[in-house]
């Protein structure tokens, strides 16, 4: 019969194999200051990268639009190059036909890369940046403003989100952050609104493309629309699973670490939870890209027509474009089609889209995504209407 006896692990290892134990414990234990201090020099780089670009395309003499800091730039560039090396073996000229157009293979690939690459870099610097932000706040101060459910909070949430430029697709990353960091639901629904449809690109190719009298309506709709979704916010039931609230718990006992420790900490629980959503989000917005000019002719064949708006906001809401993708579409379409189309355009392309649903229905459900989802269209095609008939 055999006989075990324990051995202690320190006789049973030698002097080098414990000393390389040791070292690989620590190195694990330093793992989180690694992590953090690459957090650190990805932010700055970005910053740095968005503000040289800007200052000059300023001293170039480039126009106000393409003069504004874009910090997602660097990583849009990097995704597109990795994307684009990565799919270079897929023939160009390979396409798939379907009922609503030709899905081009090695593009679809190419962004699909793009967004796996972007959407998680950006989910987990921008929690790391809120994160740190929201712990070097007292939290009386934080209570004092996102934290919030008032009309206070509510006009928090709507300017902060009108100097965050996001995509529909980033500001989800944003509002889980906002939510996971103690904003009140309300303030965090107001900035989910804003962010992606009021930004500064928005307000500014607004501008540009209608006048000052189209960029003044756009801004007073948005505000109206935002605080309507802070408002309903409860009704929909737009609060956030508890899961992702565990994330700032985590993070809180954790205490005796660092400042920026605990921010990496909760941005790296964060995305651990949402990447599986970004993913998918990423793949559908792959997809999408390949029907964006399905808002031109449909908005072409509109016209002047009284359900114009209606078309806008139908075909607009479900796809993945941002405000500088929109600009270029309502250009061509500003001699077409009326002030108040070009309005519910605008606002349903930027403010949503399906990969942001997806996002959505991971942090608040099903139910509240598609009653979310639901008051955008509704409202993006009354505003529409509605100013179509007063301006006649």
Not at 202 to 218: K, N
Not at 300 to 325: F, K, M, T, Y
Request: charge should be positive.
């Amino acid at each position: 019969m055999l006989k075990f006896t324990r051995i202690p692990l320190r006789q049973a290892l030698h002097g080098k194999q414990i000393s390389c134990l040791l070292r690989a414990l620590r190195l694990l234990q330093d793992w989180e200051h690694i992590a953090t201090l690459i957090a650190v020099l990805a932010v700055l780089t970005i910053t740095g990268s968005a503000v040289s670009r800007s200052l000059l395309a300023a001293l170039s003499g480039a126009s106000i639009e393409n003069a504004i800091p874009v910090l997602e730039a660097p990583l849009v560039d990097a995704g597109k190059a990795l994307g684009a090396w990565l799919t270079a073996w897929i023939p160009a000229e390979a396409e798939v036909e379907t009922p609503l157009g030709d899905v081009d293979l090695r593009g679809t690939a190419s962004y699909a890369v793009y967004e796996w690459f972007k959407l998680p870099v950006i989910l987990y610097l921008t929690t790391f940046v809120m994160a740190a932000i929201r712990m070097s706040i007292s939290a009386e101060r934080l209570e004092r403003t996102l934290g919030r459910g008032d009309a206070l909070g509510i006009l928090g949430g709507i300017l902060l989100g009108m100097v965050t430029p996001a995509c529909s697709c980033t500001v989800t990353n944003l509002y889980a952050g906002l939510l996971a960091g103690g904003a009140h639901p309300r303030a965090a629904a107001a900035f989910l609104f804003a962010s992606p449809a009021m930004n500064q690109f928005a307000t500014v190719f607004m501008l540009a493309a209608t006048g000052p009298l189209g960029a003044a309506l756009y801004l007073l709709s948005g505000g109206v629309a935002a605080s309507a979704v802070a408002l309903l916010s409860d009704s929909m039931h737009l609060r956030p699973h508890l899961g992702l609230l565990h994330v700032q718990s985590c993070a809180v006992k954790s205490e005796h670490k660092g400042l920026l420790l605990r921010a990496q900490a909760e941005a790296a629980q964060l995305l651990r939870r949402l990447l599986p959503a970004v993913l998918i989000s990423g793949a559908l917005a792959a997809l999408l890209n390949n029907f964006n000019l399905t808002l031109v002719s449909g908005l072409r064949a509109a016209g002047h027509s009284w359900w114009g708006p209606i078309a806008a906001a139908g075909l607009g809401l479900p796809l993945d474009v941002n405000a500088a993708s929109t600009a270029p579409i309502l250009f061509t379409l500003r001699e077409i089609v009326p002030l108040g189309t070009l309005i519910s355009a605008m606002m349903a392309t930027t403010v949503a889209s399906i990969p942001e649903g997806s996002m959505l229905v991971r942090i608040v459900g099903v139910r509240p995504t598609l009653s979310l989802a639901g008051l955008y269209v509704l409202y993006s095609a009354f505003i529409g209407i509605l100013i179509n008939a007063v301006l006649g």
